[in-house]
């Protein structure tokens, strides 16, 4: 992709590029409004909600998002129920934030868990997402602090340490914890990585495909939903004593139950223990009779359940498994945990922030998840169309695949970028133009276990 | 042993490793299928001493029944982890976070 003008638009191109690492051809009829991406970003609400008085973001991420949608569109063919996909990709990047009134752009992440720290040899990111997240950091920094842990002493604490030191231990006891720093651009050669199943089928057109989404918080929720777009059949499957965590009560702010509606509206809900042997036989029974399974966990997860992605997908013929991680499958980086935040920083956002700004921000609100949700969609339905298989759809490769494109970056180019920036501000405190409008939900999520009865029913009589 | 938070810990007879979260400032006997935890990997495994149980899983957090001493286990094998003579137990897994 560059930035010269030409005949097709950055969403376009990209598009295109996302279509070529699946093996597909390209769009034939693909058009989209040729949206500058410094205002596309900004009436995204990437930049937050303040456009004029936050940093500006010299990279197209919103471009990206529209594309990854459109080549969903394009996949989607005449499909009629296209038209419930959202507008756009771009919308979706800010919709939390604005759902849930936060702000991007500092040295705190907009939802607000992950942190930006000064090591002694640089900056890292820290995510403490999870409540026992923070009992990990007496042994990140070998006993120095202890509970109970303020923050101002922890910065401190840091400070003593190297990020060579600290990244491998952080990952050894599963913290979400990433370096700000610039990674090889050239190193990303694809978004995604499928294994096409041996059992490779086509499917039929109808009835449409059965999702068993286990997934929690937004990526993978989001790739749900948008399958449910499309007219999958969507069960949503959480262990009744550990549910999505973005469930919100009816004292929640409005807005946050909103969200949850948007990524989960479409679906139907069914809950069991995992921790039973009666609930681990219903969930792998409910895997068994997936068309596709969209999954967010660490490998090992499932596997201690006794559940082999490479089984069932070679088991069914035509069956997809979308396995989403922070930084992919395989045994060196499969138990690394992320979320949408940490996983920014890791494919470069912050450094290039700091480079740019001379200060490591957060850019977008865990801008891996809306991101690598709409990937997983469009890896997820084209492999379903295409016969089956495994899908490695790593946050991280996303993201930095994406970053990959823009060739400041690729091939990194300070001034360039600088100067890029500045043209980019003078784009926005010229333009006036407001941000995209929120979707609303269609519909309101189910609540947990709602539809338990009518799964077992047909669980039954399988 | 004097251990404290952060240490890491390697079976002699097995892959076993962990990490120290919470220790008391006792001094602890860490053992993994019946033989004493150390700082450096052996080269060579011993044969284990104990019955061999479960063994230990890569990820879970092993907790004594009081929970005054956690541990985090990054590597699982097969042999099980006691201190001062009583197997650890799995600690269950916590709420999903709410946001990230």
């Known amino acids: 992709m560059s930035f010269q003008h030409n005949d097709n638009t950055h969403a376009v191109n990209y598009a295109h590029t996302l279509l070529a690492g699946l093996n597909l051809p390209p769009l034939s009829d693909a058009t989209f409004p040729d949206i500058h991406p410094a205002i596309n970003n900004a009436r995204s609400g990437v930049q937050g909600f303040l456009p004029s008085k936050n940093k500006i973001i010299p990279v197209a991420l919103a471009d ?53 720290f000064k090591a002694l040899d640089g900056y ?41 030191d600290l990244i491998p231990r952080g990952r050894d006891l599963g913290l979400a914890i990433a370096p700000v720093t610039l990674p090889d651009y050239n190193s990303f050669d694809n978004w995604v990585e499928v294994s096409r199943s041996t059992t490779s ?103 201690q359940l006794g559940i082999h992605a490479e089984k069932m997908v070679a088991e069914k013929p035509g ?100 100067r890029r920036t500045s043209d980019w501000t003078d784009i926005i405190n010229m333009s006036n133009e407001n941000l995209y409008s929120i979707r609303e939900p269609i519909k309101t999520a189910p609540l947990p276990g709602h539809h338990n009865e009518e799964v077992l029913r047909k669980l039954d009589a399988l | 042993m004097q251990i404290k938070a952060g240490t890491k810990l390697f079976s002699a007879v097995c892959d076993t490793q962990i990490m120290v979260l919470r220790v008391p400032a006792d001094d602890l006997d860490v053992t993994c299928g019946g033989l ?34 956690e541990f985090l286990c990054t590597r699982g094998g097969k042999g099980n982890i006691s201190v001062n003579g009583i197997a650890l137990e799995i600690k269950q897994a916590k709420r999903l976070p709410s946001s990230d």
């Open chain 1, 64 to 116: 990206y998002a529209d594309g990854a949608l459109l080549a969903l569109k394009g996949i989607a063919g005449n499909h009629t129920l296209k038209n419930n996909l959202p507008e756009s990709g771009a919308i979706l990047l800010g919709e939390r934030m604005a759902l849930f009134n936060t702000q991007t752009g500092q040295p705190v992440s907009a939802g607000g868990s992950c942190h930006l």
């Open chain 1, 124 to 164: 890292l990111a820290i995510n403490l997402a999870r409540d026992e997240d923070t009992d990990l950091l007496p042994a990140l920094t070998n006993g120095k602090v202890s509970a109970p842990i303020e923050k101002q002493m922890l910065e401190n604490i840091l400070k003593e340490f190297c990020i060579e």
């Open chain 1, 201 to 303: 089928q086509r499917p039929a057109t109808t009835p449409p495909p059965l999702v068993v989404d286990l997934s929690s918080l937004w990526a993978g929720p989001l790739t749900g939903s948008l399958l449910a777009s499309l007219g999958a059949e969507v069960i949503k499957v959480e262990s009744s004593n550990r549910l999505d965590g973005a469930r919100r009560n009816e004292d929640d702010p409005a807005g946050e139950r909103e969200f949850y509606d948007l990524m989960n509206g479409g679906k139907k809900s069914f809950t069991c223990d995992f921790t039973t042997q009666n609930g681990r036989q219903q969930l792998l029974q409910l895997i068994e009779c997936a068309d596709i399974v969209i999954e967010a966990s660490r490998p090992r997860a499932l596997r």
């Open chain 1, 319 to 418: 069956k997809v498994w979308l396995s989403l991680t922070a930084y992919g499958r395989g045994t060196a980086t499969e138990n690394i945990i992320g979320f949408g935040d940490d996983i920014g920083v890791a494919a470069g956002l912050s450094a290039l922030m700091e480079i740019i700004h001379g200060q490591p921000l957060f850019v977008g609100d865990a801008i891996a998840d809306p991101l690598g949700g709409l990937h997983g969609a469009l890896a997820a339905w084209s492999c379903w169309m295409n016969g089956g298989g495994i899908i490695d759809l790593a946050l991280y490769k996303v993201l930095g695949f994406a970053l990959s494109q823009d060739p400041f970056l690729r091939d990194f180019n300070k001034s360039d970028l600088i």
């Open chain 2, 36 to 69: 004493p935890m150390q700082t450096d990997e052996a080269a060579e495994k011993s044969l284990m001493s104990d019955d061999a149980g479960e063994g230990s899983l890569v990820g879970k957090r092993y907790v004594n029944e009081a929970e005054t001493m």
